[in-house]
């Protein structure tokens, strides 16, 4: 057997139909589309909440409909958790904005800083940032540190 004599079986290779090349090509005109209607136009596949009538999916479906809104004044904080303060941190030193963003900490430094109680402290340090919470507070003061509150702009505690 030769490379030529190489042959597709009979019935795998088709050829494509050319439609709209004239009325004696057997699809012409209309080109096998009908007469008027959405499948008659171009890019008839129409919109993805388009169901021809009926109810669209996403109306049927009340919960689904604030998916995806973001409110435009809400703050995005950066979390810092205790364990990673105590970790990055020396006894006594000051906790700001700043420094967290030195010790790359921060996520988006533009943003205000929250400091959660998630780890343990054993000794103290100053804590100066835009928000904290309550179990974070009482185990920074318990270990003898301080906290401290600054303002931020567009910042509600």
């Known amino acids: 057997m030769k490379l030529h004599d190489l042959v597709p079986d009979e019935g795998a290779k088709?050829?494509?139909k050319r439609v709209g090349r004239g009325i004696a090509a057997g699809q012409g005109k209309t080109a096998g589309r009908g007469t008027k209607g959405q499948g008659a136009r171009s890019g008839e596949e129409g919109h993805l909440y388009r169901q021809g009538g009926n109810?669209?999916?996403y109306r049927r479906l009340p919960f689904?409909?604030?998916?995806?809104f973001t409110p435009p004044n809400r703050?995005?904080?950066n979390e810092v958790n205790i364990r990673q303060l105590v970790e990055k941190f020396a006894p006594n030193s000051e906790v700001t904005p700043e420094?967290?963003?030195e010790k790359n900490l921060l996520h988006k430094p533009k943003n205000p800083v929250v400091v959660l109680g998630k780890g343990e402290i054993d000794f103290p340090l100053v804590v100066?940032?835009?928000r904290i919470s309550a179990g974070a507070k009482a185990k920074i003061e318990a270990a003898g540190?301080?906290?401290e509150l600054i303002a931020a702009e567009n910042v509600e505690s």
């Open 75 to 77: 703050v995005e904080y």
């Open 14 to 16: 088709k050829k494509r």
């Open 145 to 147: 540190g301080r906290v």
């Open 99 to 101: 420094a967290l963003a």
């Open 55 to 57: 109810l669209p999916f």
């Open 64 to 68: 689904m409909r604030g998916v995806g």
């Open 128 to 130: 100066r940032v835009h």
